[in-house]
Every structure is written in structure tokens, then in C-alpha cells.
């Protein structure tokens, strides 16, 4: 079904107005009508409006004072001012204040309802017109990284910078900061992004089946291979290949990516044919390279071919404020793809995200947001939500405390009470390195008043 548009429609003449109101209603809209200034204002604090019909000149002050208003809230408002035969000149000025059209009494109430029509189709197309932009960007925004914080704002910007760039490059940082994200963003931000960006987890695939992944193989290489097979290398001819997890290849295979890195040709498995490709290659690793070089299990000379550029991306627990910028991120996504009102995400659950360190990085990010999404289906993301071992001592305190009356013949309240409260000062006061003023901001509670609690406690450090 349609849904209705709301109109605002404001004028000091009752007769007219109930008639233009009437007619308006007709066609099924929802209006709402102010006689003056004052409750027009009223009525726009408290609704939201697709198209504004105001009178020019009102008892209590202007048409143009609303239109300003109004166009400040919802730059894509609908606004039709209504003038009289003196008012010709503050019609023009309305449009160019950002008037959509403007009507000159007297007039048709029928003519009025053809105005507001074509300006809620003209509203509709801006509406799709911006959706359309934000689902692009949005789409874009999957090949590059997402955050605000001066870390990642410098790997985009280098990324950009590196774009059209034929050099080697080995990302390093944790497992699930996003290695493939900036790898993909490097190949889609140059002048490879038309070719493929091919993805292999050298670390996943065994080593005896990885050469035949990465090199291709001639029918009977081995035993199975029933017909020829082309390797990534060949499939990334002229765009870009990324070998995640590179620091687990075997020995033997490294020999083989080393001529691969200088000569740009290789053998498929049982062939003693070179094929030639002009491919990109971005590795990546978890694991300390150099420290792998002295125990003996990664080449110096193929560590010095991949390392031509450097990236590092550091953990989530680093990032600051991307922690929620992300979570906002993945809760659109996975709102729209799990069909999910989730609206939003509560104060203390941001507090308690904020602190927390993250050890699966970005990805136990995505994968925390996609379960509540499943799960939850509505409402505010809240403590509640989250998993008990992002919880310090104080959160799950609050959470988990609760005691079976049926279990007991009498409760000392008192002691229980006194109990719990000592225990959640404690917690405040070792998250702040006992900073009695960071402590008593947090839980709410005036500074003398903590300090007689710890005295009378007897609260120390632990």
C-alpha cells in the first residue's frame, strides 16, 4: 500500500483553510494545519512533513520564517507559499530562500492539490536520487576500509597514493584487521581494477595441492589431475593476486614465488613450459617475517622481494572510535540482509565495546554484530547482548548478580547489599588505577562521598 505524504498547511484564514485542508484530505493525505506562527512551529518540533503550504503573511509573524526553518531541518522539504496581490515581491524572495512554488490568492483549492502532487513526486525522485548515491558509496565503501582514526586515514590515503603502482606489497598485523580489505581497496584504487583480483590463503591449503593452486597443472601432473588446470597466477593475469597467510608456505614452494617475483614466469606442475603474466602481488602474514628468517623457515631473499612496500594494520583494540563506527557499519549491512530493525547501540554497551580488546580483531567484530542481529532482531544493541567475556569484573557483577530466595530461610539484605557495593567501588576504582575522581565520575557518585566509602570499607589496592 502507498503510504500517505504529511502536509503542513498554515494560514489565519479559518474558511479557506478548513476547504484547502478538505480537498487535500480527499486525496489522502495526512494534514496538519496551524492557524499562526507559533503553532506551526509547534507542529514542526513534533512531526515531520513532505511538502509545507504557508501563508506569506501570518498574525503572529512571516511565511518566510518558517520556510527558513523548515528548509534548515529537511533541505528537501516541498515548500508552496501563498500570497496576496501585494505580495509578489516576498514570493520571489521565498524562492530564492528555497520556495518550490507559490500561489496567488485567490485560487482553486484544486489547483492547489495538482501543486502539492508534482512536488511529492519531485520529493520522491530526490529521495531515491540520495539512496541511490548512499547505496553506491556504500558499495565502495566494501573495498576500502572503514574508520575515522588517524591509523586508518593514513593506510587510505597511502592506499591511493600506491594505486596505480606496479610495486610489491606485504601487509602485516593480526588475523582479522582487515589484510584482504586493504589489499582489494590497493587493486580497486588503480589502473588493475578492471582485471581480477584473485585471493589465495596460502596457510589453508595443504602444500602438496598449494604449488598446483597457485601454478596450475598439465592433465597427468598426479595422480587425479584428469585434465588441465590453470593456476591463480594465470587466472590474475593483468590485475592482481594476494597471497594472505604468506608466511606459511613451505620451503620448497617459496624457491619457486621467488623466480615467479623476478622473472614474472613459471612452470605449471608437470609441464616444463614458462608462462608469462603480468600480475600485481600483495602478500600478507600474520607472523614476524624477520623473526621467521632466523629460525630458519622463511627466506631472507623472497622476504626482501615482498617487503618493496610495507603496510601495517594495527589492531581494533587501536583504533579508537572505529570500534563503533564499525559496529554501526556492520549493523546496516547485516539490518538489510537479515531483513532487522536493530536500531542502534545503547551508551554503556558502546562503554563496554570501548574497553574491550578485541583479540579476533575486525572480525570477531562482524561476526558479535551478525549474531545479534540473528538473535536479537529489534531494539537497542545493550550489555545484555554482548558476550560474557567482553565484561570486566564490574559489568558482569551487575549482570550475573542475583540470588535464589528460595534457596535461603532468611537473607541478611544489609550484608548482601554492602557486599555488592564494595565489590562494584572496587572494580571502579582498579579500572582507574585508584583515580578517585575518574572512579566517582563513573559511578555517578560524589567524590567525598567515595572516599568516605573506601575509609569506612576499608577499601586498599589490591
Same mark, same amino acid.
Given at each position: 500500500m502507498k503510504q500517505t505524504a504529511y502536509l503542513l498547511l498554515v494560514d489565519d484564514e479559518e474558511d479557506l483553510r478548513s476547504a484547502l485542508q478538505e480537498t487535500l484530505e480527499m486525496s489522502n493525505y495526512h494534514v496538519t494545519t496551524a492557524a499562526n506562527a507559533m503553532r506551526a512551529k509547534d507542529a514542526m518540533e513534533n512531526a515531520k512533513f513532505d511538502v509545507a503550504i504557508l501563508d506569506i503573511r501570518l498574525p503572529d509573524g512571516s511565511g518566510l520564517d518558517l520556510l527558513q526553518s523548515l528548509k534548515a531541518s529537511d533541505p528537501d522539504i516541498g515548500v508552496i507559499l501563498i500570497t496576496g496581490h501585494s505580495e509578489v515581491e516576498? !514570493? *520571489?524572495? !521565498?524562492?530564492?530562500?528555497? !520556495?518550490?512554488?507559490?500561489?496567488?490568492?485567490?485560487?482553486?483549492? @484544486?489547483?492547489?492539490?495538482?501543486? *502539492?502532487?508534482?512536488l511529492i513526486k519531485k520529493r520522491a525522485i530526490k529521495l531515491e536520487n540520495k539512496e541511490l548515491k548512499h547505496e553506491i558509496q556504500s558499495s565502495k565503501s566494501q573495498h576500502g576500509l572503514i574508520g575515522q582514526s588517524e591509523s586508518i586515514q593514513r593506510l587510505r590515503d597511502t592506499a591511493l597514493m600506491l594505486g596505480d603502482s606496479d610495486s610489491t606489497v606485504l601487509i602485516t598485523g593480526e588475523s582479522g584487521t582487515g589484510k584482504e580489505v586493504l589489499a582489494n581497496m590497493l587493486h580497486q584504487s588503480g589502473n588493475r581494477a578492471n582485471k581480477p583480483f584473485v585471493s589465495i590463503n596460502c596457510g589453508a591449503i595443504p602444500e602438496e595441492l598449494l604449488e598446483s593452486e597457485l601454478f596450475g597443472h598439465v592433465k597427468g601432473a598426479f595422480t587425479g589431475a584428469v585434465r588441465a588446470r590453470s593456476g591463480r597466477f594465470e587466472v590474475a593475469n593483468g590485475g592482481t593476486i594476494f597471497l594472505d597467510e604468506i608466511?606459511?608456505? @613451505? =620451503?620448497?614452494?617459496?624457491v619457486k614465488l621467488l623466480r615467479v617475483l623476478q622473472e614474472r614466469t613459471f612452470e605449471p606442475v608437470g609441464s616444463h613450459q614458462s608462462i608469462h603474466v603480468d600480475v600485481r602481488v600483495i602478500a600478507a602474514t600474520h607472523r614476524d617475517l624477520?623473526?621467521?628468517?632466523?629460525?630458519g623457515r622463511f627466506r631472507q631473499d623472497l622476504f626482501y622481494r615482498l617487503n618493496v612496500i610495507p603496510l601495517m594494520l594495527p589492531s581494533l583494540s587501536q583504533r579508537g572510535d572505529d570500534v563503533i563506527i564499525l559496529t554501526e557499519h556492520f549493523l546496516n549491512n547485516f539490518n538489510k540482509l537479515k531483513n532487522s530493525q536493530i536500531t542502534g547501540i545503547s551508551d554503556r554497551c558502546k562503554d563496554v565495546m570501548m574497553r574491550y580488546n578485541w =583479540?579476533?580483531? *575486525?572480525?570477531e567484530l562482524q561476526n558479535l554484530v551478525e549474531r545479534v542481529t540473528t538473535l $536479537?532482531?529489534?531494539?537497542e544493541i545493550d550489555v545484555e547482548d554482548l558476550p560474557s567475556r567482553m565484561l570486566d569484573t564490574a559489568e558482569r557483577a551487575v549482570q550475573g548478580y542475583s540470588i535464589d530466595v $528460595?534457596?535461603?530461610?532468611?537473607?541478611d539484605f544489609k550484608g548482601i547489599v554492602d557486599e555488592f557495593e564494595s565489590h562494584l567501588i572496587t572494580s571502579a576504582l582498579n579500572r582507574f588505577d585508584w583515580n578517585k575522581n575518574q572512579a566517582a565520575k563513573f559511578l555517578s557518585m560524589n567524590r567525598t562521598t567515595l572516599v568516605e566509602k573506601i575509609k569506612k570499607k576499608g577499601l586498599t589496592p589490591a
Open positions: 516576498s !514570493a *520571489v524572495q !521565498a524562492i530564492e530562500l528555497g !520556495a518550490d512554488d507559490f500561489l496567488k490568492k485567490p485560487f482553486e483549492p @484544486s489547483e492547489l492539490d495538482i501543486r *502539492v502532487k508534482e608466511g606459511d608456505m @613451505s =620451503p620448497k614452494l617459496q624477520e623473526k621467521e628468517i632466523q629460525e =583479540p579476533g580483531n *575486525v572480525r $536479537k532482531r529489534s531494539g $528460595k534457596q535461603h530461610d532468611n537473607i
